[in-house]
């Protein structure tokens, strides 16, 4: 087994993971006008990874360690490249979304059975190893904005899609040659039922939220939509009961339940809800400050290469300042941040021509990529300060609350702009919104884990 070239498996498929997950926010807007479809509609093509990552990379995981490195790798990477080859070509906005579920799916698992990969190939090194597979798929959420938008502008939305396909091919081809073979599988048992509830639940909820949020809607259509929402409320407690019964659940809820832990991972929502938020800048930047995709994609970069450099940073001085500051750091600059986009509009109008649309723009999106970056860590950090045994198992919650909450936020987003008649007032009401979620958040911080520098 060649341990570069395993890298250069991994490595790829992860990159295209990520280009693709950030680059479809900058097709976004065509893909809403090219379907003449409805915000509300469009956004689904968001949601639908968003929740099929959150519910398939805790799995992956547990699978990969029991059925195989390679047969799991391939298999998800098999599901993305195909998964993406259909997104390309899809008629139509529901067969999108449908694709785009199975993306999110094979996305999300093989991101999380890399890592045991990379850690067979490199155990003594295996620290290193881990740090530059995370380099390279933020390097991947680095580029996917000016890629994406680059793409967009030159040959349409749908090779978004096409560009993932040759690298996932490659991807393949190289696992297949240097992998080493799986020995026999092992009996395992994966939540299934926990995780059927969990996608059933929060989907109910969503759909059920869409429908009442539509204002153009019949009352029937609301109806059946509160209906929805009910269900999807009623399936909680069942999803809580089931995970009681199982020995290894997708969600631990004694530990969820802690004080702390909750409160951690209620945060984590919360900051998934941003990402959410922010997946709808380049949408603000095309449809009311006139951009065009290559320009919005540009001006979206810096938030990902923001994060980069912070996180770094960030993770180097969590041992000098513990958990708590940085967390409060970064969550009132993401709440600058989106509080800046609310005024980006009244600033053209003050500025006038003494500075650029992009500049405006800029700024704010920089400063939620630096505060993103300085809290990232130190979140994580702190959900494992509580049980720090169970790395794998915490890590995976706390991927599973943000995604919903990024899932969560995205169709709010859109619920809010297709209800406001003015994309402008709905996206000032969304990002002063979300300015005010953040800054409601930083409480919840003082009753997170802490580490002993936090107390000094």
């Known amino acids: 087994m060649s341990k570069p070239l395993v890298f250069v498996a991994i490595g790829a498929a992860s990159l295209v993971s990520q280009i693709s997950s950030t680059a479809i926010a900058v097709a976004f807007p065509d893909i809403t006008s090219d379907f003449n479809v409805s915000i509300v509609l469009a956004g689904w093509v968001l949601t639908a990874s968003l929740l099929a990552t959150a519910v398939s990379a805790p799995i992956a995981g547990k699978v990969s360690d029991s059925f195989g490195r390679k047969r799991t790798f391939t ?13 390309a070509v899809a008629p139509n906005i529901y067969l999108l979304i449908f694709f785009r579920l199975l993306q999110g799916l094979g996305a999300g698992g093989f991101t999380a059975s890399a890592a045991g990969i990379v850690v067979d190939a490199f155990p003594r090194s295996r620290q290193r190893a881990i740090a530059f597979l995370t380099t390279i798929t933020t390097v991947g959420s680095v580029l996917g904005p000016s890629v994406g938008g680059w793409i967009v502008s030159s040959l349409g939305w749908r090779f978004v899609f096409w560009f993932a396909v040759p690298w996932g091919i490659a991807a393949l081809v190289i696992a297949a040659l240097v992998l080493a073979p799986d020995g026999k599988s092992r009996k395992f048992e994966v939540d299934g039922r926990g995780a059927a509830l969990l996608m059933a639940s929060i989907t109910t909820i969503l759909i059920g939220l869409t429908m009442v949020g539509n204002l153009g809607a019949s009352w029937t259509t609301r109806l059946v939509g509160a209906g929805l929402l009910v269900t999807g409320a009623a399936l909680l407690p069942v999803l809580i009961s089931v995970e009681k019964k199982i020995a290894d659940p997708l969600i631990n809820v004694t530990l969820v339940n802690s004080r702390p832990f909750l409160a951690a991972n209620v945060y984590n929502s919360i900051q998934g809800a941003g990402v959410g938020v922010f997946q709808m800048v380049p949408l603000f930047a095309v449809t009311v400050l006139g951009m065009t995709a290559s320009q919005a994609g540009m001006a979206y970069t810096p938030r990902p290469g923001g994060m980069l450099i912070a996180s770094a940073i960030s993770a180097f001085f969590i041992v000098r300042w513990g ?70 198992t915490i890590t995976g919650i706390r991927q599973v609350f943000r995604n919903i909450g990024a899932a969560v936020a995205t169709t709010v987003t859109t619920i809010v702009l297709h209800s406001s008649g003015k994309l402008a007032g709905g996206f000032e009401a969304v990002f002063f919104g979300g300015a005010i979620l953040i800054v409601a958040s930083i409480p919840l911080i003082l009753a997170m884990p802490c580490s002993a520098r936090d107390t000094r």
């Open 75 to 87: 298999f998800l990477v098999v599901l993305f490249t195909v998964a993406s080859a259909l997104s």
């Open 323 to 392: 958990y708590r500051r940085p967390l409060i750091a970064g969550a009132s600059m993401v709440a600058l941040a989106l509080a800046l986009l609310g005024l980006s509009q009244q600033a053209i109008v003050w500025f006038g021509n003494s500075v650029s649309t992009m500049a405006i723009l800029l700024v704010p999106v920089a400063i939620a990529g630096i505060g993103g970056g300085v809290c990232g860590p130190a979140a994580n950090n702190a959900c494992i300060e509580l049980m720090p045994d169970h790395v794998s």
